[in-house]
């Protein structure tokens, strides 16, 4: 969608005629049916009157298109300013324009990322305004057909009108994006060279033609994207199917290709904590795009998508392989059938409202069935951590059959993390009160599991087995408020009495945690391991789950304030006691089963209650 659309003869003519922000305002409210926020009409406002000038110059041609407020489909993302022609031998040819109304900014250590006040609100990380552009480019060019499959050549550039040269933000550190997305500053020296790059790619008015194409076309992966991706799985084997993986696969990948000819499907893949969900679910993604199917790979968290987005990245840009991924509730407003096929991974993550503040949308559940022609939903209902998890395979067979889909139900047997030990599973959720089986022990030679007197203890272990590949980390219940949020020098574990002191992992790293090489010596949380894996897992039981009297109990007490995923548990408590506490118990046992299963070699505790650590020994010894 473009919100305005003529020709610089029009946008010049609008310009002077009428405010243009008051112009682009009323398209706004047009074509959204919402009123533009003021910090839009600002920027509007300042940044368009500037654009006036650059193209105040006879010697661009009229008919040359004009675009503002370009929606790239299925992003999120907006272009600023596009404008469209040919060049001097005829060929299609399209300018990105990212407007920034900045005067100041500051350099950040992370490749592509500059530090600056953004929409009016205080200094904040982000990308920097030519890898913006660039990476707006590369999102059309992966997936707009009209862009990829008619030659439209784009060329991408940011214009920042209020900023000096000062080093900083035409820093040589972001030299090579720079001159993928040439960047223009504040003088009238600036405003020309701006002009001159224009000039350069369009010669010829188009009376906005490819605008038109770009912003009607059908949203497909490009063969060269497809390519990449397939070429990116070859020869992984991080990503290689094994016996009823493959056959879940190919079943999947079967229902996806009746879907987007026929009937709306529904798969659901039941399946334990190992047994291959989220390496089904990259596969399918890939596969499909490979076929030239819409597609994402959906989760809750964050921290799978970037993980998987980074495994992938290979040669294509981050901007085109984010774009295959996205959150859950980001379907609230997706037209029905938009996707050929969305892949959810931990689907039992699903919540009801989306939004940051749990205000948007009916339930995620549906939005998602609704707004693809076959939802392949990955499931594991004792994996459901916190009190807005809704993913329950009742609630998606519900769904499901209210949208008349035809639904498929698959289960994964064969675990492949924890050193292939079922028994250790099955040994788990008995030593977890989950449910009752009859391992009252594991084979200890396949799956290594210790008890440790004291968080160091269990640092050490963990750093040295880390040293081999970098996939060894520390994890903990969410039983410690986040110090460290608001003081980057506060510590926010601490064990006095061991001389321990650590932080969560929550800042710096963020959803790239679990991979990053020095957050050996950051804890990690449900939030940021779910979905993901380890060689050995070093786990911190808090005061949320102790033993007393031989019985493990939980207490939702021992959590942190500042943990959301039981947040306003006391409130549900005075309405229902005993469902409360029992879905607290439940969520609270859950969060340790799943921290506790992300070691495919080995898993080593340490619990701050002197008798839970009694307790997990003695279940260890088969007592």
């Given at each position: 969608?473009?919100v305005?659309q003529?020709t ?8 002077e005629n ?5 112009i ?6 047009t ?5 533009a ?13 500037q654009?006036?000038?650059?193209l105040?110059d006879d010697s661009l ?8 407020e ?6 999120g993302?907006?272009?600023?300013f596009i404008?469209?022609?040919e ?26 990322i500059v ?13 920097h ?5 660039w990476?707006?480019a590369?999102?059309l ?23 000096q040269r000062?080093g900083?933000?035409?820093?040589p550190?972001?030299?090579r ?7 223009f500053?504040?003088?009238?020296g600036?405003r ?16 906005g033609?490819?605008l038109?194409?770009?912003?009607q076309?059908?949203?497909r ?10 070429e990116?799985?070859k020869g ?5 199917l094994?016996?009823?993986q ?6 999947c ?11 709306k ?11 291959g969900?989220?390496?089904i ?8 795009t490979?076929?030239?199917l819409?597609t994402?790979?959906?989760s ?5 998508r970037?993980?998987y987005?980074?495994?992938l ?19 609230f ?9 969305l892949v959810?991974?931990?689907a ?5 409202k989306s939004?940051l503040y749990?205000?948007?949308g ?17 499931v594991d ?9 809704i993913?329950r ?16 139900r ?14 250790y599973?099955?040994w788990l959720?008995?030593a977890?009160?989950?449910?009752e089986t009859a ?19 269990l640092?050490?272990?963990i750093?040295?087995r ?5 996939k ?5 219940g969410y ?16 064990f006095?009495e061991?001389e321990?002191?650590?932080q ?7 959803s ?6 020095d957050?050996i010596?950051q804890?990690?949380c ?12 070093g786990?911190?039981?808090?005061p ?14 021992g959590?942190s ?8 548990w006391k409130?549900?408590v ?10 607290l118990d439940a969520i ?5 089963r ?14 701050s209650?002197g008798?839970?650590r ?6 260890l010894h088969g007592r």
């Open positions: 969608m473009i305005y003529s610089r003869e029009k946008f010049l003519e609008d310009n009428r405010a243009i922000e008051d682009i305002a009323s398209a706004f409210l074509n959204t049916g919402r009123y926020p003021q910090a839009e009409y600002r920027a509007w406002q300042h940044s368009l009157t654009m006036a000038e650059v105040r041609p009229d008919t040359m298109g004009v675009g503002v370009f929606g790239i489909p299925q992003t993302k907006r272009i600023d404008l469209s022609g060049s001097e031998d005829g060929q299609p040819r399209v300018v990105i324009v990212e407007l920034k109304q900045w005067s100041t900014s500051r350099i950040s250590e992370k490749d592509g530090i600056a006040q953004r929409g009016g609100r205080s200094e904040r990380e982000g990308t305004p030519s890898y913006q552009a990476s707006y590369a999102l060019e992966g997936f707009n057909e009209a862009v990829h499959e008619g030659a439209i050549r784009l060329q991408p550039c940011a214009y920042l009108h209020n900023y000062d900083v933000i035409d820093s550190i972001y030299a994006y720079i001159e993928k997305a040439p960047l500053l504040r003088g009238h600036e020309q060279k701006l002009r001159d790059f224009i000039r350069q790619y369009v010669k010829r008015g188009d009376d033609e490819l038109f194409r770009i912003d076309a059908r949203i992966p490009s063969r060269m994207l497809a390519d990449s991706l397939v990116m799985l992984n084997r991080e990503f290689v094994i016996d009823d493959k056959v879940a696969y190919e079943t990948l079967a229902r996806s290709i009746e879907a987007a000819a026929t009937k499907q529904v798969v659901i893949v039941e399946g334990g904590p190992g047994t969900k989220s390496v679910a990259i596969n399918l993604m890939v596969a499909l490979d076929k030239g819409l994402k790979y959906v809750k968290n964050a921290a799978p970037a993980v987005q980074q495994r990245k290979g040669h294509r840009t981050q901007a085109q392989i984010s774009a295959m991924f996205g959150g859950s509730g980001a379907f407003e997706t037209e029905a059938d938009t996707f050929d096929a959810v991974d931990e039992h993550r699903l919540n009801e939004g749990g205000n948007l009916q339930n995620q559940v549906k939005e998602i069935i609704d707004a693809a022609k076959c939802a392949i939903l990955f209902d004792d994996q459901i951590v916190t009190l807005n998890d993913g395979i009742a609630e998606l067979e519900k769904w499901a059959a209210l949208s008349g889909a035809e639904v498929t698959l289960a994964l047997a064969s675990q492949f993390r924890c050193a292939g030990s079922d028994g599973l099955a959720d008995d977890l009160g989950i449910r391992n009252r022990d594991f084979d200890t030679d396949t799956f290594d599991f210790r008890v440790v007197d004291s968080p160091t203890d640092h050490c272990l750093e040295e880390n040293r081999v590949n970098n060894s980390r520390l994890v903990a039983c410690w408020d986040w110090k460290s949020k608001r003081n980057p020098d506060a510590f926010d574990i601490e006095p061991f321990f002191r650590k969560w992992n929550l800042g710096s790293d963020g790239l945690w679990i991979t990053a090489p957050s010596e804890i990690g449900i939030h940021t391991c779910q979905g993901l894996e380890l060689d050995y897992v786990v911190i039981i808090g949320d789950l102790i033993v007393r009297d031989g019985v493990l109990m939980s207490v939702p007490e959590r304030k500042m943990d959301r995923s039981i947040r306003g409130t549900l005075k309405q229902d006691r005993e469902g409360t506490l029992e879905r609270i046992r859950n969060t340790y799943t921290l506790m299963t992300r070691g495919m070699k080995g898993c080593y505790i340490y619990c209650d008798e839970t009694g307790y997990f020994r003695t279940r």
